[in-house]
T-cell receptor, first 111, second 109 residues
């Protein structure tokens, strides 16, 4: 158990809908990262937060947004969903100079 | 731009040694990580290099050359359970961690 919790584990939704994925980081970790992994693809960096502030942005679509709350949990919002958004979404957390610990991921299926 | 390259697939025999290479070009460098990922599961941390040289941890070793933008992961005494994807990741100057596409390793008997 990495200590990073993601909910839900699975999500099936229709095209055009909006969903929210939730992540609770390890106790004490201030950084939260979001990654997308499509079938048989590598991890694509979406966005990073540090202590509530956006720190780095990757190839995150405008339809996607995220935030980190004062209690350090984070949410990734995906809207106007398309079939191609079907993927595993991972959240990871870390301290300043340590490795990232990953949650088990949310498997999103858009039908 | 920022780029991390790894071979797509490798095959090796149980009990053998395999070396997985990674080259990178990033804006700034704050460390290189190797992760193992079994299909459908979360990546798990294997090693971290921030200075040049070799870091050894049991059957796994990782090497870094910052001047060459190059790292490798060495797996010894391969076991069937080592069949997985191996991800090279670089923490950049902005403390963003970027992952390569991963190398899928197949270990055969």
């Amino acid at each position: 158990d990495s200590g990073v919790t993601q909910t839900p584990k699975h999500l099936i939704t229709a095209t055009g809908q909006r969903v929210t994925l939730r992540c609770s980081p390890r106790s004490g970790d201030l950084s939260v990262y979001w990654y997308q992994q499509s079938l048989d693809q590598g991890l694509q960096f979406l966005i990073q937060y540090y202590n509530g502030e956006e720190r780095a942005k990757g190839n995150i679509l405008e339809r996607f947004s995220a935030q980190q709350f004062p209690d350090l949990h984070s949410e990734l919002n995906l809207s106007s969903l398309e079939l191609g958004d079907s993927a595993l979404y991972f959240c990871a957390s870390s301290s300043q100079n340590t490795e990232a610990f990953f949650g088990q991921g949310t498997r999103l299926t858009v039908v | 731009g920022q780029n991390i390259d790894q071979p797509t697939e490798m095959t090796a025999t149980e009990g053998a040694i395999v070396q997985i290479n990674c080259t990178y070009q990033t804006s700034g460098f704050n460390g290189l990580f190797w992760y193992q990922q079994h299909a459908g599961e979360a990546p798990t941390f294997l090693s971290y290099n921030v200075l040049d040289g070799l870091e050894e941890k049991g059957r796994f070793s990782s090497f870094l050359s910052r001047s060459k933008g190059y790292s490798y992961l060495l797996l010894k005494e391969l076991q069937m359970k080592d069949s997985a994807s191996y991800l090279c990741a670089v923490r950049t100057g902005g403390f963003k961690t970027i992952f390569g596409a991963g190398t899928r390793l197949f270990v055969k008997a």
